[in-house]
């Protein structure tokens, strides 16, 4: 028996006039998705625990049966695991994104946050400018001062160490995810706390005085693309462990995924990291090469994670189309093929499709309400059950599970 879970990043949404009332789940055509659903199990879980903020971090732990009230100290550390970053007692790592913030000659606190991923800036350019930013007299002077080391990462994803800081809620209170805030001014969401926040602050306006006028961003205004002209520094956390997932469930397994947050709870609980060649975390992704890595590690492990992050991606950036076309693209070239090659080479097989939490095209942000995920089994006769793969008919069946349960119910071998 071979075990699959395909995590479509943000899904999950509510009605949208734009759509006649409907999610774009409800709208898209996902065939493969609601035959699944008609010889399987539809219901909706509960991925982010009350009181905790909205996220991939926080959900994707519940989904891989990690109770994030338990075991979350912040998103940043997760992601450094998938740099390769040990973290000491006493060390805070940050998520360092690279941002587009509002041209023009007002105050710095009045620019307003254009995109938390500096429109989608390719990972290369990113690299060259947080190099170039780090080498500058006045930027690298703050950050020896402070203790923070900066580690370039992928696409817009950067991440920032701080060595011996000691008690975070001593030194910063308000760090804010700049891709819940689109459109807003950047002021109110700047650091807050004591010297740390202060100090942070200050980073992020002498990064801005040095990255907006950088030839970088002079040829991206001249090509019509957002300007990589700030940092933004949020989603803290000390150092965590996690116990193993071969011990906890009996099963080895992978992750396939382009982004560092899912290859990093992988690599903390002991799965086996796949890069893919060509993931680029974006609507425009590898979508084939995931299915081939995901059908060729089934080969040898009992378990695979392939994780979509297009659909999060282009509700951060407003793109109804993009996400209508990334949820399409996830039935079409991901679980159908996958589906497809496990049932001509007659593998048994349990595949669990869900989204990890609700991304919000109204607001551009994430959401804590419940996701729909369906359950099949390939030992199962196929059954029609009426229902389709979107949130309200996992609602209507009142199949709810708590999202730390999940891979219970996948690893369970009852057909």
């Known amino acids: 028996m071979k075990y699959i879970l395909i995590i479509g990043d943000g899904m999950a949404d509510d009605p949208i006039p734009e759509l006649q009332g409907k999610t774009p789940l409800q709208y898209a055509k996902t065939p493969t998705l609601d035959k699944l659903v008609s010889a399987g199990i539809l219901g909706n879980a509960i991925t982010i625990p009350e009181g905790m903020q909205a996220g991939s971090d926080t ?103 701080q060595r011996n800081v000691g008690n975070t809620d001593e030194t910063i209170d308000h760090l804010i995810p700049p891709h819940d805030h689109l459109g807003e001014k950047l002021g109110q969401h700047l650091p807050q706390g004591g010297e740390t926040s202060a100090a942070l602050t200050e980073l992020m306006r002498i990064a801005h005085d040095f990255l907006d006028t950088h030839q970088i961003n002079k040829q991206r205004r001249e090509n019509g693309q957002l300007p990589a002209n700030g940092i933004w520094f949020w989603a803290e956390g000390t150092a965590i462990e996690l116990p193993s997932f071969v011990e906890k469930y009996k099963k080895t397994g992978t992750v396939i995924s382009a982004v560092p947050l899912c290859q990093g709870i992988g690599i903390l609980i002991g799965l086996d990291r796949i890069l893919v060649e060509g993931a680029t975390g974006e609507l425009h992704t590898n979508y084939e090469g995931k299915v081939d890595a995901a059908i060729a590690s089934l080969q040898t492990y009992d378990f695979t994670t392939v994780h979509i992050e297009a659909p999060d991606e282009c509700t951060h950036n407003g793109e109804l189309d993009g996400k209508l076309q990334a949820i399409e693209w996830v039935d079409s070239r991901v679980v159908a093929p996958l589906v497809q090659q496990l049932n001509n080479s007659k593998t048994e097989f349990r595949i669990l499709v869900m989204s990890d939490h609700r991304t919000l095209l109204a607001t551009r942000g994430h959401d804590s309400g419940p996701v729909p995920y369906v359950l099949y089994d390939s030992r199962k006769d196929s059954k029609t059950s009426g229902k389709y793969f979107c949130e309200a008919d996992a609602i209507d069946v009142n199949y709810s599970t708590d999202g730390i349960e999940l891979m219970n119910l996948l690893f369970e071998d009852e057909v």
């Open 59 to 161: 959900a994707m732990l519940s989904i891989f049966g990690y109770d994030p009230r338990e075991y979350y100290s912040g998103r940043a550390p997760l992601e450094a695991a998938a740099m390769g970053i040990t973290l000491s007692a006493g060390d805070i790592a940050y998520r360092l994104n690279m941002v587009s913030f509002e041209d023009g000659d007002m105050p710095f606190e009045e620019k307003k946050i254009l995109s938390h991923s500096a429109g989608a800036i390719e990972g290369s350019q990113s690299n060259m400018l947080i190099n170039d930013l780090c080498n500058s007299n006045m930027f690298n002077e703050k950050i020896e001062q402070i203790g923070i080391t900066i580690h370039p990462g992928s696409s817009f994803r950067h991440i920032a160490v």
